[in-house]
Protein backbone atom coordinates (compact mmCIF):
# COMPACT_ATOMS: atom_id res chain seq x y z
CA UNK A 1 0.00 0.00 0.00
CA UNK A 2 1.34 3.09 -0.67
CA UNK A 3 1.02 6.48 1.24
CA UNK A 4 -1.14 8.35 -1.16
CA UNK A 5 -3.98 8.45 1.03
CA UNK A 6 -1.78 9.83 3.87
CA UNK A 7 -0.07 12.72 1.72
CA UNK A 8 -0.93 16.54 3.18
CA UNK A 9 1.19 18.26 1.32
CA UNK A 10 2.04 16.67 -2.44
CA UNK A 11 -0.48 16.16 -4.79
CA UNK A 12 -0.70 12.22 -6.10
CA UNK A 13 1.64 13.34 -8.89
CA UNK A 14 4.27 15.44 -7.37
CA UNK A 15 4.76 11.86 -4.99
CA UNK A 16 4.78 10.01 -7.85
CA UNK A 17 7.38 11.68 -9.14
CA UNK A 18 9.44 12.05 -5.76
CA UNK A 19 8.78 8.13 -5.79
CA UNK A 20 11.35 7.94 -8.72
CA UNK A 21 13.77 10.76 -7.14
CA UNK A 22 13.99 8.58 -3.95
CA UNK A 23 14.27 5.58 -5.46
CA UNK A 24 17.67 7.22 -7.75
CA UNK A 25 18.65 9.23 -4.96
CA UNK A 26 18.79 7.37 -1.39
CA UNK A 27 21.87 5.18 -0.62
CA UNK A 28 21.94 1.27 -1.36
CA UNK A 29 24.05 -1.39 0.01
CA UNK A 30 26.00 -1.44 3.08
CA UNK A 31 22.78 -1.79 5.55
CA UNK A 32 20.59 0.15 3.51
CA UNK A 33 18.34 -2.14 1.81
CA UNK A 34 15.37 -1.33 3.83
CA UNK A 35 11.80 -1.01 2.37
CA UNK A 36 11.42 2.41 3.56
CA UNK A 37 11.10 4.80 0.75
CA UNK A 38 7.17 4.80 1.86
CA UNK A 39 8.03 6.17 5.21
CA UNK A 40 10.89 8.88 3.32
CA UNK A 41 8.23 9.93 1.38
CA UNK A 42 6.19 10.86 3.74
CA UNK A 43 8.64 12.43 6.46
CA UNK A 44 8.97 14.81 3.27
CA UNK A 45 5.49 15.67 2.37
CA UNK A 46 5.37 16.15 6.71
CA UNK A 47 8.04 18.52 6.33
CA UNK A 48 6.96 20.89 3.16
CA UNK A 49 4.94 23.03 5.16
CA UNK A 50 7.87 23.91 7.23
CA UNK A 51 9.65 25.35 4.09
CA UNK A 52 10.12 28.89 3.29
CA UNK A 53 6.96 29.54 1.12
CA UNK A 54 8.90 30.10 -2.41
CA UNK A 55 10.38 26.77 -2.00
CA UNK A 56 6.91 25.26 -1.65
CA UNK A 57 5.15 26.69 -4.59
CA UNK A 58 8.26 25.59 -6.49
CA UNK A 59 8.64 21.96 -5.69
CA UNK A 60 5.44 20.78 -7.83
CA UNK A 61 6.74 22.69 -10.82
CA UNK A 62 10.78 21.37 -10.31
CA UNK A 63 9.44 18.14 -9.98
CA UNK A 64 7.40 18.77 -13.37
CA UNK A 65 10.46 20.07 -14.89
CA UNK A 66 12.76 16.89 -13.37
CA UNK A 67 9.75 14.35 -15.01
CA UNK A 68 9.79 16.08 -18.15
CA UNK A 69 13.30 16.50 -18.39
CA UNK A 70 14.67 13.75 -20.06
CA UNK A 71 13.00 13.78 -23.02
CA UNK A 72 13.31 17.86 -23.12
CA UNK A 73 16.82 18.22 -21.89
CA UNK A 74 18.50 15.33 -22.74
CA UNK A 75 16.78 14.27 -26.12
CA UNK A 76 15.38 10.58 -24.15
CA UNK A 77 12.25 9.38 -24.98
CA UNK A 78 10.84 8.71 -21.79
CA UNK A 79 9.84 10.58 -18.93
CA UNK A 80 12.23 10.84 -15.47
CA UNK A 81 9.45 8.05 -13.81
CA UNK A 82 10.22 5.56 -16.67
CA UNK A 83 13.78 5.82 -16.24
CA UNK A 84 15.51 2.98 -14.46
CA UNK A 85 17.23 3.59 -11.29
CA UNK A 86 20.78 3.36 -13.51
CA UNK A 87 19.43 5.78 -15.85
CA UNK A 88 17.59 8.42 -13.32
CA UNK A 89 20.53 8.65 -10.57
CA UNK A 90 22.26 9.60 -13.94
CA UNK A 91 19.82 11.98 -14.97
CA UNK A 92 20.19 13.53 -11.43
CA UNK A 93 23.99 13.29 -10.97
CA UNK A 94 24.44 15.20 -14.56
CA UNK A 95 21.94 18.16 -13.49
CA UNK A 96 23.08 18.69 -9.74
CA UNK A 97 26.00 20.12 -11.59
CA UNK A 98 23.90 22.02 -14.37
CA UNK A 99 24.54 25.23 -15.74
CA UNK A 100 20.91 26.15 -14.78
CA UNK A 101 21.06 27.45 -11.30
CA UNK A 102 16.99 26.43 -10.49
CA UNK A 103 17.56 23.19 -12.05
CA UNK A 104 20.61 22.45 -10.10
CA UNK A 105 19.56 24.18 -6.59
CA UNK A 106 16.34 21.98 -7.49
CA UNK A 107 18.27 18.42 -7.45
CA UNK A 108 20.42 19.66 -4.70
CA UNK A 109 17.82 20.76 -2.41
CA UNK A 110 15.89 17.32 -3.34
CA UNK A 111 18.57 15.35 -2.44
CA UNK A 112 19.27 16.90 1.22
CA UNK A 113 15.51 16.69 2.01
CA UNK A 114 15.78 13.13 0.38
CA UNK A 115 18.87 12.45 2.93
CA UNK A 116 17.37 13.70 5.65
CA UNK A 117 14.68 11.67 5.63
CA UNK A 118 16.37 8.80 5.21
CA UNK A 119 18.69 9.21 7.56
CA UNK A 120 16.60 9.79 10.85
CA UNK A 121 14.43 6.97 10.07
CA UNK A 122 15.08 4.27 12.87
CA UNK A 123 15.79 1.45 10.90
CA UNK A 124 18.56 3.05 9.39
CA UNK A 125 19.91 4.99 12.42
CA UNK A 126 19.74 1.02 13.82
CA UNK A 127 21.62 0.08 10.82
CA UNK A 128 24.38 2.46 11.73
CA UNK A 129 24.22 1.90 14.98
CA UNK A 130 23.13 5.11 15.87
CA UNK A 131 20.69 5.71 19.49
CA UNK A 132 20.43 9.08 20.09
CA UNK A 133 18.38 8.53 23.21
CA UNK A 134 20.65 6.28 24.79
CA UNK A 135 23.65 8.56 23.96
CA UNK A 136 21.69 11.78 25.40
CA UNK A 137 21.21 9.58 28.86
CA UNK A 138 25.14 9.12 28.65
CA UNK A 139 26.30 12.48 27.42
CA UNK A 140 23.25 14.05 30.59
CA UNK A 141 25.05 11.41 32.99
CA UNK A 142 28.53 11.97 32.08
CA UNK A 143 28.29 15.71 32.23
CA UNK A 144 26.37 15.66 35.46
CA UNK A 145 29.36 13.70 37.24
CA UNK A 146 32.25 16.27 35.22
CA UNK A 147 30.56 18.60 37.26
CA UNK A 148 30.15 16.85 40.38
CA UNK A 149 26.07 17.18 40.55
CA UNK A 150 26.10 13.28 40.93
CA UNK A 151 25.07 10.42 39.59
CA UNK A 152 21.62 11.77 38.26
CA UNK A 153 22.64 15.13 37.19
CA UNK A 154 20.01 17.03 39.93
CA UNK A 155 22.14 20.08 41.11
CA UNK A 156 21.70 20.93 44.72
Known amino acids: MTGEGRLRSLSPR ?9 DALRPRGYGFDQAIDEDVLLEIDRTLPYLPRLTRLCIPAGLRLLEWGPP ?17 RS ?3 GW ?14 LRALVFL ?4 HPSVLEAMGVHWERRLAETVERRATLLGHGKHGHLP
Open 72 to 88: LLLGRGRRFTSLDRREA
Open 117 to 120: AFYQ
Open 96 to 109: SGSRLPPLRFLVLG
Open 14 to 22: SATILRAVI
Open 91 to 93: CLQ
